[in-house]
């Protein structure tokens, strides 16, 4: 009886964690999940093996949770962060930037790692904080990427699978979100979700203007 309790407990966790609109939120109420899995697990006998993978599962997570605790303490926030929340998404989405943090992961990526393939189902969206990207479609180059710039954000905005292919040209820095955390936490909170549309709208036309600008140096 309690162990069944445990189990329908553990689901309702899980549930409650898709829902989530902030990775910490949900990070927490995975790891609850996982501890009423484990116990229910443990409490009907079931295989070591089940028993390690749920444990697995909670630790993972717990130690994530602590490595956003740790951050968070500190106080410490990249120049990269400070830049897209303070110059792009302007003191709206700064307030937020707690949050928003959540919903990103910094990553380096070398020359020639494609982030993102034309036709793709769901492509990320991405932060440019460095470095280069080529933009292709039908394999012909049609602009070049950089610092300040939002990638897959056309599909974000359409819900329409990716309209090119990227790929790195030049060692880059890079946010990647959760773009359908992202989604949520932009309906609940109206002014985040105004800030991100400015900022990929202001994106747009920069790279609608770079690629007319191409256009007329190749016909010259």
Request: aromatic residues 4%; proline residues 2%; contains cysteine.
């Amino acid at each position: 009886m309690i162990g069944n309790s445990l189990a329908y407990g553990a689901a309702l966790l899980l549930v409650g964690a898709v829902a989530m609109t902030t990775v910490r939120r949900m990070r927490l109420l995975a790891a609850g999940a996982g501890l009423l899995a484990l116990a229910h697990l443990w409490i009907n006998q079931a295989p070591v093996g089940a028993i390690g993978l749920a444990l697995v599962f909670v630790l993972v997570n717990l130690a994530q949770l602590l490595a956003m605790w740790r951050r968070s303490r500190s106080g410490a926030m990249l120049a990269e962060e400070r830049a897209l929340f303070d110059h792009l998404l302007g003191a709206a989405a700064a307030r937020h930037e707690g949050r928003l943090r959540d919903l990103m992961q910094w990553r380096e990526v070398p020359a020639g790692e494609v982030l993102m393939r034309e036709g793709d189902a769901n492509p990320p969206l991405v932060y440019v904080a460095s470095g280069q990207v080529s933009v292709e479609a039908s394999g012909v180059e049609v602009g070049v990427c950089g610092e300040g710039d939002f990638l897959g954000e056309m599909s974000l905005v359409s819900g329409h699978t990716a309209s090119a292919t990227v790929v790195v040209v030049e060692a880059a820095r890079i946010a990647r979100f959760d773009r359908d955390a992202l989604a949520q936490y932009a309906r609940a909170v109206p002014e985040v979700g105004t800030a991100f549309t400015n900022a990929m709208n202001r994106g747009l036309a920069a790279k609608v203007e770079r690629m007319n600008e191409a256009a007329t140096r190749s016909r010259q």
